[in-house]
C-alpha cells in the first residue's frame, strides 16, 4: 500500500493569516506517461462527508475559492491557505488514486488560533 | 444537481452481513464517464476507501477488504450497493458513498451525507 502521511497533525493559524498542510507518500504518485500527479485534497467539516478541494495535486474543483491551492509532485505535495477565514476550520485529508488502494493520509485538523 | 444518498440497517449483528445501498438522483449512473465507490470512517478516525464499481460491472477492491466485500451496480435502479460480510466491532464506521470525477484513477468529487452503521450485539 502506499502510505499518505500528513504533517502537521493540527495547526492553529491566526484569522488572514496562510495556512501550509504537507503530505508525503511512501512512493511516487506521478504517473510518467501523462505527467500528473494522482493526488487530491478534502475538507470534512464535523457531521460533513469530505469536500474536493484540488485533484491532480494542483488543479482547484470547481467552486472552490481560490485562496486554496496545490502544490508539488511526486512523493510531496502541499495544500496552501493563503488567508485563513473562519469556515476553513475543518479536517483536510489528502489522497492518493494512483495505487490500489487508494489511501488517506490521517488527517489535519486547522483551527483558529 | 446529482445526488447520493445512502440506505441500510443502522445496527448490524456480529457475524453477520452489512448492506449498504446509495441511491443516485439527479444524474445517471450508467454514464459511461465516472465510477462509483464506498468509502468508510469509524467514529473520530479517518477514512478508508473500500471499493469501487464501474456501471458496467468493473470492479476494484482494497486488497485488506476483498476477501469480505462485494460491490455490485443496479442501473435499472440507479443504485450501487456493498456487502459486508462477518462484521466484526472494528467494522462501525460512517458508510459514505461517492463518485470518480472520471474513471477509477480519480478523485472523489460527489458524495453522499454518510450512513452510520454500528457493529453490536
Known amino acids: 500500500d502506499i502510505v499518505m502521511t500528513q ?3 493540527s495547526l492553529a493559524v491566526s484569522l488572514g493569516e496562510r495556512a501550509t498542510i504537507n503530505c508525503k507518500s511512501s512512493q511516487s504518485v506521478l504517473y510518467s506517461s501523462n505527467n500528473k500527479n ?6 470534512q467539516k464535523p457531521g460533513q462527508p469530505p469536500k474536493l478541494l484540488i485533484y491532480w495535486a494542483s ?11 496545490g502544490s508539488g509532485s511526486g512523493t510531496d505535495f502541499t495544500l496552501t491557505l493563503s488567508s485563513l477565514q473562519a469556515e476553513d476550520v475543518a479536517v483536510y485529508y489528502c489522497q492518493q488514486y494512483f495505487g490500489t488502494p487508494h489511501t488517506f493520509g490521517q488527517g489535519t485538523k486547522l483551527e483558529i488560533k | 444537481q ?3 444518498r445512502e440506505s441500510g440497517p443502522g445496527l448490524v449483528k ?21 465510477y462509483w465507490g464506498w468509502i468508510r470512517q469509524p ?13 458496467s460491472g468493473n470492479t476494484y477492491y482494497n486488497p485488506s477488504l476483498k476477501s469480505r466485500v462485494t460491490i455490485s451496480v443496479d ?23 461517492a463518485r470518480h470525477r472520471g ?19
Open chain 1, 59 to 69: 488543479t482547484r474543483e470547481s467552486g472552490v475559492p481560490d485562496r486554496f491551492s
Open chain 2, 103 to 121: 474513471n477509477y484513477y480519480d478523485g472523489l468529487d460527489q458524495w453522499g451525507q454518510g450512513t452510520l452503521v454500528t457493529v453490536s450485539s
Open chain 2, 2 to 4: 446529482l445526488q447520493l
Open chain 2, 75 to 97: 442501473t435499472s435502479m440507479n443504485q450501487f450497493s456493498l456487502k459486508l460480510d462477518s462484521v466484526t466491532a472494528a467494522d462501525t464506521a460512517v458508510y459514505y458513498c
Open chain 2, 43 to 55: 467514529p473520530g478516525k479517518g477514512l478508508e476507501w473500500i471499493a469501487t464499481t464501474s456501471y
Open chain 1, 38 to 43: 494522482y493526488l487530491a485534497w478534502y475538507q
Open chain 2, 14 to 34: 456480529p457475524s453477520e452481513t452489512l448492506s449498504l445501498t446509495c441511491t443516485v438522483s439527479g444524474g445517471s449512473i450508467s454514464s459511461s464517464s465516472y
Open chain 1, 7 to 9: 504533517s502537521p497533525d
